[in-house]
């Protein structure tokens, strides 16, 4: 059939597939009885006619097939000869099959028995060897049992046992067993109680040697004890057990110590027993446990020295055969601690946690008050311990044996007693300072209430003086009654106008700020002498509130202090209007006369402004200055000391800076100024302070008065200028130069009064420099005139600081 018939065919099938007739059939679900009994179901003629349908269906797709078929013929038939050559292929691999299986079972016949026979012969050699190390093991136990037998049995001159040695046959034996298990065996068994004993002995006398070389602090006996461990492989575990145990040992006797029922058992057996209640009781039992809380602390000593001297051998000693550092092998990580750190974390918290019962149970309430009353003293024993350990383990070349940080912890865990004693000791500050200084506008302290006030600090100071740290808290704590008592002191001061009326006698005002600066200075000069007893943190707390004491002091009396400043400034400042100063009057014309000796006559009493200055001085101290107490005149150092002493340099100051200023100066009106200014010293020395304790304003005066008559030509090299201000000189040589060489004030427009105002507010240096501009300004006109050539150029250079 060609290939056309193939493809008509094909379509046809394709066609009647396609129709809605035959598309029943090719559903998965089809289900022919279903279909066939519908068929029947309808009339016989369509049945008929379906059956019809169908048969031509299938002729149909029959002839399809058979086109496709004789159309892939070749193809079929060339399938068909492979499948003949596979199934033959398949045949040839099945008897392959067959013959390897028939090898394989006559191999395995072969092989099974010689196999059997060497699993057997394995087992055997593997028991074998077992045994023969397990015998090995038993024999070499058993040497090194002989070995510590006769070890134990030796002893040396002493008749001491040497237990380093049986201990490494010890740790030698005990290796033996870790490797095999020989549990058993009647040799090894028989010796276990040997050793038991032995090693019971050896830990025994380690233990004994190496407390005793603790307790002495020897080396040698601490090292071999050390040694004896190590070969027992239980270094690391006994060198901490011994750190804790030293910490714990001291936890047990403060605890003890702490315990108010153990303390009022100790101290009824004190006191003979129950039934004989003596007086002081209390006081007793108080005793008692300070007693013990001391011996608490010396036992902390001696352990932490233990523990100590035991590190410095670890540090130093290793193992002559593997020279392995001791205490590498107790530290062996970064992370592990050392002895010593070991004990101080125990020792610490144990000390913690016992000040903490002792603080915070009700049952510790008589503890809790005696440790709270008598903190200094607590505080004292616990430095004290410190500063013990650290003199004991002051070794060159070794760290001692507490750093600074467990210092500060062993001081610390009494931090609630500390807190509570620091409490009570403000409260007692504050009420003494409320007592003394009330801060009503009414009443001024009394004599009682400020010396309890006083005493209450000496107190507190002095119990604290023993403990630097403490000291440093009583201080700060005193810091702040102090600045409670100057903050009342301000509130208690009187105000207004009345404090500056000095023209007359004393008021009541001035009277109650007197008194009350006397007060103020009272409790600060007692205070100030205990600062040189305290250690050197305390009575640097005490700079500020000492300092606060004194402004309060000084602020009180400040006001009147600067109304005498100001009158006698002003009483001063009369000499710019002194007409004895521009000299004599001149001789009448034709008639001779020497100037000198005219002006030397003339100058025969001070100047009226003086006189009223000195009677001035002479009013401040007798209706101001003897009210203070101590007064100033005393040598004792006060704050009416210290304010006269300012108003005494300022007075000098100020009068030789407008004696300065005077301009015409002739010979009488130095003659006459020289007066007064000898005048005014006699007065400050007579009624405020000796001129010898002012220093350098009664100096500057003093050279004042001999520069007047020292010759303008002798100034630049006058050993004078030393004690003189380089302004106050330049202002003197101004009187000396030409009018037309304008003072600075006078250029300027300024008053005396006012110049003085604008020097205070400036610094020397800015003062020079106003005085070299106004040299400058001026010199253009003054060139011509007489005396500018000998003043100019001395003034140029002393105005540039030469």
Same mark, same amino acid.
């Given at each position: 059939?060609?290939?056309?018939?193939?493809?008509?065919?094909?379509? #046809?099938?394709? !066609?009647?597939?396609?129709?809605?007739?035959?598309?029943?059939?090719?559903? #998965?679900?089809?289900?022919?009885?279903?279909?066939?009994?519908?068929?029947?179901?309808?009339?016989?003629?369509?049945?008929?006619?379906?059956?019809?349908?169908?048969?031509?269906?299938?002729?149909? /797709?029959?002839?399809?097939?058979?086109?496709?078929?004789?159309?892939?013929?070749?193809?079929?038939?060339?399938?068909?000869?492979?499948?003949?050559?596979?199934?033959?292929?398949?045949?040839?691999?099945?008897? %392959?099959?067959?013959?390897?299986?028939?090898?394989?079972?006559?191999?395995?016949?072969?092989?099974?028995?010689?196999?059997?026979?060497?699993?057997?012969?394995?087992?055997?050699?593997?028991?074998?060897?077992?045994?023969?190390?397990?015998?090995?093991?038993?024999?070499?136990?058993?040497?090194?049992?002989?070995?510590?037998?006769?070890?134990?049995?030796?002893?040396?001159?002493?008749?001491?046992?040497?237990?380093?040695?049986?201990?490494?046959?010890?740790?030698?034996?005990?290796?033996?067993?870790?490797?095999?298990?020989?549990?058993?065996?009647?040799?090894?068994?028989?010796?276990? #109680?040997?050793?038991?004993?032995?090693?019971?002995?050896?830990?025994?006398?380690?233990?004994?040697?190496?407390?005793?070389?603790?307790?002495?602090?020897?080396?040698?006996?601490?090292? %071999?004890?050390?040694?004896?461990?190590? !070969?027992?492989?239980?270094?690391?575990?006994?060198?901490?057990?011994?750190?804790?145990?030293?910490?714990?040992?001291?936890?047990?006797? $403060?605890?003890?110590?702490?315990?108010?029922?153990?303390?009022?058992?100790?101290?009824?057996?004190?006191?003979?027993?129950?039934?004989?209640?003596?007086?002081?009781?209390?006081?007793?039992?108080?005793?008692?446990? *300070?007693?013990?809380?001391?011996?608490?602390?010396?036992?902390?000593?001696?352990?932490?020295?233990?523990?100590?001297?035991?590190?410095?051998?670890?540090?130093?000693?290793?193992?002559?055969?593997?020279?392995?550092?001791?205490?590498?092998?107790?530290?062996?990580? &970064?992370?592990?601690?050392?002895?010593?750190?070991?004990? *101080?974390?125990?020792?610490?918290?144990?000390?913690?946690?016992?000040?903490?019962?002792?603080?915070?149970?009700?049952?510790?309430?008589?503890?809790?008050?005696? /440790?709270?009353?008598?903190?200094?003293?607590?505080?004292?024993?616990?430095?004290?311990?410190?500063?013990?350990?650290?003199?004991?383990?002051?070794?060159? &070349?070794?760290?001692?044996?507490?750093?600074?940080?467990?210092?500060?912890?062993?001081?610390?865990?009494?931090?609630?007693?500390?807190?509570?004693?620091?409490?009570?000791?403000?409260?007692?500050?504050?009420?003494?300072?409320?007592?003394?200084?009330?801060?009503?506008?009414?009443?001024?302290?009394?004599?009682?209430?400020?010396?309890?006030?006083?005493?209450?600090?000496?107190?507190?100071?002095?119990?604290?003086?023993?403990?630097?740290?403490?000291?440093? /808290?009583?201080?700060?704590?005193?810091?702040?009654?102090?600045?409670?008592?100057?903050?009342?002191?301000?509130?208690?001061?009187?105000?207004?106008?009345?404090l500056r009326a000095v023209g007359a006698a004393c008021n009541p005002s001035q009277l109650?700020?007197?008194?009350?600066?006397?007060?103020?200075?009272?409790?600060?000069?007692?205070?100030?002498?205990?600062?040189?007893?305290?250690?050197?943190?305390?009575?640097?707390?005490?700079?500020?509130?000492?300092?606060?004491?004194?402004?309060?002091?000084?602020?009180?009396?400040?006001?009147?202090?600067?109304?005498?400043? #100001?009158?006698?400034?002003?009483?001063?400042?009369?000499?710019?209007?002194?007409?004895?100063?521009?000299?004599?009057?001149?001789?009448?014309?034709?008639?001779?006369?020497?100037?000198?000796?005219?002006?030397?006559?003339?100058?025969?009493?001070?100047?009226?402004?003086?006189?009223?200055?000195?009677?001035?001085?002479?009013?401040?101290?007798?209706?101001?200055?003897?009210?203070?107490?101590?007064?100033?005149?005393?040598?004792?150092?006060?704050?009416?000391?210290?304010?006269?002493?300012?108003?005494?340099?300022?007075?000098?100051?100020?009068?030789?800076?407008?004696?300065?200023?005077?301009?015409?100066?002739?010979?009488?009106?130095?003659?006459?100024?020289?007066?007064?200014?000898?005048?005014?010293?006699?007065?400050?020395?007579? !009624?405020?302070?000796?001129?010898?304790?002012?220093?350098?304003?009664?100096?500057?005066?003093?050279?004042?008065?001999? $520069?007047?008559?020292?010759? %303008?030509?002798?100034?630049e090299g006058s050993p004078l200028l030393r004690e003189l201000p380089r302004p106050e000189?330049?202002?003197?040589?101004?009187?000396?130069a030409p009018s037309e060489l304008q003072s600075p004030h006078t250029r300027s427009g300024?008053?005396?009064?006012?110049? %003085?105002? *604008?020097?205070?507010?400036?610094?020397?240096?800015?003062?020079?420099?106003?005085?070299?501009?106004?040299?400058?300004?001026?010199?253009?006109?003054?060139?011509?005139?007489?005396?500018?050539?000998?003043?100019?150029?001395?003034?140029?250079?002393?105005?540039?600081?030469?």
């Amino acid at each position: 059939m060609g290939k056309g018939g193939k493809t008509t065919a094909s379509e #046809e099938a394709e !066609n009647l597939l396609s129709s809605d007739r035959f598309r029943p059939f090719l559903d #998965e679900s089809f289900d022919a009885a279903s279909f066939a009994s519908r068929s029947l179901s309808e009339s016989h003629t369509t049945a008929q006619a379906q059956t019809e349908q169908l048969q031509y269906g299938v002729a149909a /797709l029959d002839q399809a097939l058979r086109s496709l078929v004789l159309h892939n013929q070749e193809d079929l038939i060339s399938q068909t000869s492979r499948l003949a050559e596979a199934e033959a292929a398949v045949h040839r691999i099945g008897l %392959s099959v067959r013959s390897l299986q028939m090898v394989a079972a006559r191999v395995r016949a072969e092989v099974a028995e010689p196999y059997q026979q060497i699993a057997t012969r394995t087992r055997q050699l593997k028991n074998l060897q077992a045994t023969v190390d397990l015998l090995r093991h038993v024999i070499h136990r058993l040497k090194l049992v002989a070995k510590l037998r006769a070890q134990m049995a030796a002893t040396d001159s002493a008749g001491i046992l040497e237990v380093a040695k049986a201990a490494k046959l010890l740790s030698e034996i005990a290796a033996v067993d870790a490797e095999a298990d020989l549990s058993g065996i009647e040799a090894v068994d028989a010796d276990a #109680e040997f050793l038991q004993t032995a090693a019971a002995v050896v830990r025994s006398q380690t233990e004994a040697a190496l407390k005793a070389g603790l307790e002495c602090l020897s080396q040698a006996d601490v090292g %071999s004890a050390l040694q004896v461990l190590y !070969n027992l492989n239980e270094l690391q575990q006994a060198v901490a057990g011994l750190a804790d145990q030293a910490a714990a040992s001291f936890g047990r006797e $403060l605890a003890a110590a702490l315990d108010p029922r153990k303390l009022s058992a100790s101290s009824v057996a004190a006191r003979g027993g129950p039934g004989t209640a003596l007086p002081g009781s209390a006081a007793k039992v108080q005793e008692v446990l *300070w007693e013990k809380l001391g011996g608490a602390l010396e036992h902390l000593q001696r352990s932490a020295i233990e523990v100590w001297h035991l590190q410095r051998v670890l540090a130093k000693k290793r193992d002559p055969l593997s020279h392995v550092l001791f205490l590498d092998v107790v530290a062996s990580r &970064d992370s592990d601690p050392l002895p010593l750190e070991r004990f *101080w974390a125990r020792a610490n918290a144990a000390m913690a946690d016992g000040f903490a019962a002792a603080f915070g149970t009700a049952r510790g309430g008589f503890v809790r008050d005696s /440790l709270t009353a008598g903190y200094p003293r607590l505080a004292g024993l616990l430095e004290g311990a410190a500063a013990r350990v650290l003199r004991d383990s002051a070794v060159r &070349d070794v760290a001692p044996a507490l750093d600074g940080e467990q210092a500060a912890s062993l001081v610390e865990a009494a931090g609630d007693f500390e807190a509570a004693y620091l409490a009570q000791s403000l409260a007692r500050l504050s009420e003494a300072a409320a007592a003394a200084f009330p801060g009503s506008s009414r009443a001024l302290p009394t004599a009682a209430d400020l010396q309890k006030s006083i005493a209450r600090v000496h107190e507190e100071l002095k119990a604290a003086s023993g403990s630097p740290r403490l000291a440093l /808290l009583v201080a700060s704590t005193v810091g702040q009654a102090l600045g409670v008592m100057a903050q009342r002191g301000e509130y208690m001061a009187a105000t207004g106008p009345e404090l500056r009326a000095v023209g007359a006698a004393c008021n009541p005002s001035q009277l109650r700020n007197i008194a009350l600066c006397n007060c103020l200075q009272e409790v600060h000069r007692s205070v100030g002498g205990m600062v040189g007893r305290l250690p050197a943190a305390a009575a640097a707390a005490l700079a500020a509130p000492l300092a606060g004491l004194q402004a309060a002091a000084v602020e009180a009396v400040a006001p009147t202090f600067r109304a005498l400043v #100001e009158g006698m400034e002003e009483q001063l400042m009369a000499m710019h209007g002194t007409p004895a100063y521009a000299g004599p009057p001149p001789p009448p014309a034709g008639q001779p006369g020497d100037d000198a000796t005219a002006a030397a006559a003339a100058v025969t009493d001070t100047s009226p402004y003086m006189r009223d200055l000195a009677r001035q001085l002479a009013h401040c101290r007798l209706e101001f200055l003897t009210k203070f107490n101590p007064s100033p005149a005393s040598p004792v150092p006060s704050v009416a000391r210290a304010l006269v002493e300012r108003m005494a340099a300022r007075l000098l100051l100020f009068a030789l800076r407008h004696a300065s200023l005077l301009r015409p100066l002739p010979q009488a009106g130095k003659l006459q100024l020289a007066k007064d200014l000898a005048e005014l010293e006699a007065a400050v020395g007579q !009624n405020l302070v000796p001129l010898e304790q002012l220093g350098r304003p009664a100096r500057a005066l003093r050279a004042f008065r001999r $520069l007047l008559f020292v010759a %303008s030509g002798d100034v630049e090299g006058s050993p004078l200028l030393r004690e003189l201000p380089r302004p106050e000189v330049l202002h003197h040589l101004y009187s000396r130069a030409p009018s037309e060489l304008q003072s600075p004030h006078t250029r300027s427009g300024l008053t005396p009064s006012q110049y %003085s105002l *604008w020097l205070d507010g400036h610094s020397e240096a800015e003062a020079l420099k106003f005085i070299r501009t106004a040299l400058e300004a001026c010199a253009g006109r003054a060139k011509a005139a007489e005396g500018f050539e000998e003043s100019y150029p001395l003034m140029k250079r002393l105005a540039a600081g030469a």
